[in-house]
């Protein structure tokens, strides 16, 4: 799927597990990040099926099987299951085996894909949202969501204000 729907799902798994700033880090590389690997095959990709297959909502067909490192592989969970050791909850992994299920999905289901992958993405936004507000609701019991709505879009418009 795409980098931006693994962002989200990962972006709402990280505020449902409270992670503190290096397991962000860790987290987002185990669930996004593992697709660079695409970026190393880019240009085979490009040399064996042309260009507009960029475009295509999988890299598998034609050629294109060598973007798949084993992070992309069952045999990558040995690998991840290693480096997950000494994490709570053995999180890596868990952010990890979100992402291959997500791409798993999404060739199982290639016919639907658009639409399963909308509707993740929509729900993961709307998780966030809610997490997000929730928290901030915490600190100011006596204001609604329209505040926060007026505070989120002060924020935006002075991000370092
Ligand atoms: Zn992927």
Known sequence: MLSTTHFA???LLGLLLNLDRNEWVVALSFGVLIDLDHLFALPKYVAD???AAILRPTWTDGPGFVY???FHQADGSFIVGYLSVGWRYFF???FWGVHIFMDWLQLAALEYSEAIEAAIFASSLLGIAYILYNR???LRPESGPWDYI???GAR???PLG
């Open 150 to 152: 007026v505070h989120v």
């Open 92 to 94: 890596p992994f868990i």
């Open 49 to 51: 099926n042309g260009a």
């Open 68 to 70: 798949k490192s084993s």
């Open 9 to 11: 799902v990962s972006v």
């Open 156 to 158: 935006l418009s002075h």
């Open 136 to 138: 901030w609701h915490a």
